[in-house]
């Protein structure tokens, strides 16, 4: 059986996650693989909760955001970006490959382009096996 | 009179000899104690201890951190003997530095000592096994755990080593039969620097601390990382005193889960914020070892579950 | 056959002897084993250089200045930076009052129950007995005396555990006048201490007992330590000298060339490496002129040098080697004494320094290299050897601890004294102890974390006709 991956995807209130959304309600199709949780900031998502979900067994997180200068709390994307790099360093020196990690930004707009990034993300995942994280 | 005991695992002794930082106050503390077991103090021995009742030791103390199966058998043991488990001091709640060991597998870490040292004269390229002859070593597990990853742990006695005012809070609570203790601040508010700590600060640069010259100023806005945001208060500051930023060794405030993701956050906030993104990885990938840097006492836990590395 | 010390964990708590018997009951082998294996060569590998000092404290926290001074001097050198006066007067008053408290400790705590009280019960033979023995007045001297030293290990390194102030290129903090002035009440203290001590020691020496201790086991081994340009005995900073069995210097090493000189050998039984003098060869378990055993720690070091850099512990000098080199390893103990005294004497005179609260603290790095920084830690020789690269990470490390460099040496004590005390299959908990004073002599990190209140937990397995025949378990 081929591997699928398990996806988690913290969407941001107003744009990726109402993204996501659009993308559903005009019946564009994207991979069943994505457990999406709504925050209502990118700016919400702690370090700890990236950690956490590869803890718990994730093999890629997503991180959706508004477009730079679109965010409602003025810049909690800028601040996600920040903490995507810094992340992105450490799970390279834990021995974990950073493309695990995906930031993008989604306006409420873009239903195409959040179902072509998810798919992108989740082909990338399955090529790279499950995480050597989790169980 | 309360029975105590006290057990070290894989660690330094300096929980051991934090235990005697409280001087003169030892020969009283003699007098409201009986030691049941504390293989440095005692002539108990594992026979004993097996022998005892189920929970008739009223505190048990368990420094250093489980890298044998021998610290494995005691932490089980001390957990059935005991009414109340600690764990005191950094390897045994977080894993401390020799946590930083678990992002290497045992055979990196033989090729290091035996194979590939500088010298070693070794042309048969031997290493150390369990079984040689009619010699046996005991076996070292695959990766280095914390305590509570083997048993359930009822309190934690922070620092490396604990300092001893938090040493002496955590004794009498634990006495009294109290599991919590200690301040649920960071370390800043209590920090010799405090007031020179602005309320905005925007990196521009980080510094090393051995590349700058110190000022005396809070060392964030000095540029340089100190771990005092994300590390709970308690040693009063020992480490800036000295002029050296903290490096985090008495972990988080409870309700924080993991340190290091706590400090990345307040980094993250610390920089410019509409910064050009070019910049920003510049300015981060100048962050060297951040692993070693955020996670200096507490990253057995970031591989808990100890993997295979992922192809990257 | 070969016994493992692991260099780099403290090896607290985690030590074992085997000892087989043969046919007659009598000590065909005996081994000691440490078998804990930590990875500080490993792990360090890609940490910030600055970090070094903090880090290698966590070998041990028993001796943790040694480790955080051997990092601080390898980054020195690695970054170019050589301390200025001020800062180095600072290192080695921190050093001193360090050496102080751990040979306090060794001695009263630790081995030195075997010398004070003796063929006593076990029950006995703990600090408890001792102050049992000699009063609780004596117990609190002992207590104080040991604090003040930590006291002012936390005033000059900012911790009285794992201290920080040591960095590339010097010290983070200064001394101020206050502070200096009440380390040297404290340190003219320590001195009339170390006299009490000396003499409370002396009671036991020349009695029978002591003869008895001596005559347990002596070898004829190359010893190594560190001296001054004058060849007087230094802990901080100088050369290293290696003297033959006979006494005669054998070389006098720079630092920076210190693995021309040693080299280390694997065995499969063991997780530990065994250091030899490399102009000399692997011999073996043997002594003499022929093999590259050599002895580090307060034996090594008084018997490589040739006098003290105080005046009442060069006294006490003069007695101690005046037939030459001493070879019994009971000899420790007399070595210890007069370093404790030296330590305390070398506080006092340190803290009087005109310069000792300048301002000048720190030479800042410049560009990273490669490091080689020794120190004699209270047990040895400590050598930490780290490569950088260009951004300041350590590429590579090695180290070679205190208590490795004896790993052969003690093997062969513990069978010696074996042999002397079993016989016919004879064994007890007080002949057994007698088997581990011979260790205890030179008060191996795997003392570290038990130095407490009491003994070094050890299990003894005596094999006889292919099986245990008897274990006994201690402390563990
Ligand atoms: S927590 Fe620190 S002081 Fe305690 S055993 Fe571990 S390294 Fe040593
Ligand atoms: S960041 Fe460090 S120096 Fe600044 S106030 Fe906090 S603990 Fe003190
Ligand atoms: S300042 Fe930080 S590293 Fe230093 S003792 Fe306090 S908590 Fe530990
Ligand atoms: S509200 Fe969408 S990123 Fe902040």
């Known amino acids: 059986m081929s591997f699928e991956p398990k996806i988690v995807a913290f969407l941001c209130n107003w744009c990726a996650y109402a993204g996501a959304d659009m993308a559903g309600t005009s019946r564009i199709k994207y991979p069943a693989n994505v457990v999406p949780i709504r925050v209502m900031c990118s700016g919400r998502v702690d370090p700890e909760f990236v950690l956490d979900a590869f803890e718990k067994g994730a093999d890629g997180v997503f991180i959706g955001g508004c477009h730079p200068g679109d965010c409602h709390y003025v810049s909690g994307n800028y601040r996600t970006r920040k903490r995507v790099i810094m992340m992105k360093k450490l799970l390279q020196e834990m021995g974990i490959n950073p493309a695990r990690l995906r930031l993008e930004w989604v306006s409420a707009t873009e239903g195409k382009k959040f179902a072509t990034v998810i798919e992108e993300f989740v082909n990338e995942i399955k090529e790279l096996g499950p995480s050597p994280e989790g169980e | 009179m309360a029975k105590i005991a006290m057990y070290w695992g894989a660690g330094c002794g300096g929980c051991d000899v934090s235990l005697l930082g409280i001087h003169e106050a030892l020969l009283d503390l003699l007098d409201v104690l009986e030691i049941v077991f504390w293989p440095c103090a005692t002539d108990f021995k594992y026979e004993d201890l097996e022998k005892m009742k189920d929970k008739s030791i009223d505190v048990a103390f368990y420094n ?57 004269k070794n042309p048969d390229g031997i290493v150390p096994q369990e079984k040689a002859g009619d010699l046996e070593l005991p076996a070292i597990l695959p990766y280095l755990k914390t305590l509570d990853q083997v048993v359930e742990v009822d309190a934690v006695i922070p620092g490396c080593p604990p300092p001893t005012p938090v040493l002496v809070e955590a004794l009498n609570a634990l006495l009294e039969g109290k599991t919590t203790f200690g301040k649920e601040v960071a370390l800043c508010d209590e920090c010799p620097r405090k007031d020179t700590k602005p309320d905005k600060i925007e990196i521009t640069k980080f510094y090393r601390w051995h590349e700058k010259e110190d000022n005396g100023d809070c060392f964030l806005a000095q540029n340089m990382i100190c771990m005092g945001p994300a590390t709970r208060a308690g040693c009063g500051g020992e480490c800036i005193a000295a002029n050296i930023p903290c490096t985090g060794c008495m972990g988080t405030v409870s309700r924080v889960k993991d340190q290091g993701a706590s400090m990345m956050s307040a980094i993250a906030s610390l920089m410019e914020e509409e910064m050009d ?36 | 056959m070969k016994v493992s010390i692991d260099p780099i964990t403290r090896l607290e708590g985690h030590g074992r002897i085997e000892i087989f018997l043969n046919d007659k009951g009598n000590v065909d082998r005996a081994y000691m084993q440490i078998p804990e294996l930590r990875g500080f060569e490993q792990f360090c590998r890609g940490r910030k250089a600055e970090d070094m000092p903090i880090i290698t404290a966590r070998i041990c926290g028993v001796c943790p200045e040694a480790h955080h001074v051997a990092a601080a001097k390898a980054l020195d050198r690695a970054f170019h930076a050589e301390p200025p006066e001020t800062a180095k007067k600072l290192r080695e008053l921190l050093y001193n009052a360090y050496y102080f408290y751990d040979h306090c400790l060794h001695l009263y705590y630790l081995g030195g129950i075997d010398v004070l009280l003796g063929d006593v019960p076990k029950e006995e033979r703990n600090v408890i007995g001792l102050i049992r023995k000699f009063g609780l007045e004596v117990g609190k001297e002992v207590i104080k005396h040991r604090r003040y030293a930590m006291e002012i290990v936390k005033t000059l390194g900012g911790r009285e555990i794992h201290p920080v102030s040591s960095i590339p290129g010097g010290v983070s903090k200064g001394l101020t006048e206050e ?50 340009k004058k060849n007087r005995a230094n ?102 004494l007069i370093e404790m005294l030296n330590a305390a004497e070398r506080m006092y005179e340190l803290s009087r320094d005109s310069g000792i609260t300048g301002t000048d603290l720190r030479t800042m790095p410049g560009e990273p290299g490669d490091g080689i920084g020794v120190v004699e830690a209270a047990r040895g020789t400590l050598i930490h050897h780290y490569k950088l690269d260009k951004n300041g990470l350590v590429e590579e490390v090695n180290l070679i601890v205190a208590t490795t460099n004896n790993n052969a040496a003690i093997n062969m004590s513990v069978a010696n004294a074996a042999r002397k005390v079993i016989k016919k299959g004879k064994v007890d908990d007080i002949l057994l102890n007698k088997v581990e004073s011979a260790f205890r002599c030179y008060d191996p990190c795997l003392a570290c974390a038990s130095h407490a209140l009491g003994e070094t937990p050890l299990v003894a397995n005596i094999h006889w006709k292919g099986k245990v025949y008897k274990r006994l378990e201690k402390n563990v």
């Open chain 3, 179 to 228: 502070e200096r002035a009440d380390i040297e009440k404290k340190a003219e203290e320590c001195i009339d201490f170390a006299t009490t001590t000396m003499n409370i020691f002396k009671e036991v020496f020349g009695s029978k007992r002591w003869n008895e201790m001596l005559g347990l086991d002596s070898m004829q081994t190359y010893y190594m330590g560190m001296v001054d």
């Open chain 2, 277 to 312: 993104e070019e910049k920003e990885r510049e300015l981060i990938a100048s962050i060297h070892d951040m692993v070693g840097t955020f996670y200096k006492y507490s990253a057995a836990r970031l591989l808990p579950k100890g993997r295979l590395k992922d192809e990257s």
């Open chain 2, 64 to 120: 250093g951190a489980i890298r044998t199966e021998e610290n494995e058998h005691i932490a089980k043991l001390l957990r059935k003997k005991a009414k109340l488990l600690v764990a005191y001091g950094s390897c045994a709640s977080k894993g401390c530095v020799i946590g930083l060991a678990n992002l290497s597998t045992k055979e990196d870490i033989f090729d290091a000592a035996y194979l590939h040292n500088e010298s070693t």
């Open chain 3, 235 to 336: 802990y901080y900073d100088g050369d290293i000298r290696v003297v033959s069995p006979d006494g005669k210097e054998f070389a006098k090493i720079k630092p920076d060339d210190i693995f021309k000189y040693v080299e280390e050998t694997v065995e499969e039984w063991t997780y530990v490496k065994f250091p030899y003098l490399k102009k000399v060869g692997w011999k073996g378990f043997t002594d003499g002129m022929e093999s590259g055993i050599y002895r580090v720690g307060p034996l090594g070091r008084l018997n490589v040098a040739d006098g003290m850099n105080t005046k009442l512990a060069m006294k006490e000098f003069t007695e101690f080697k005046k037939n030459g080199p001493v070879h019994e390893t009971f000899g420790y103990y007399q070595a210890r």
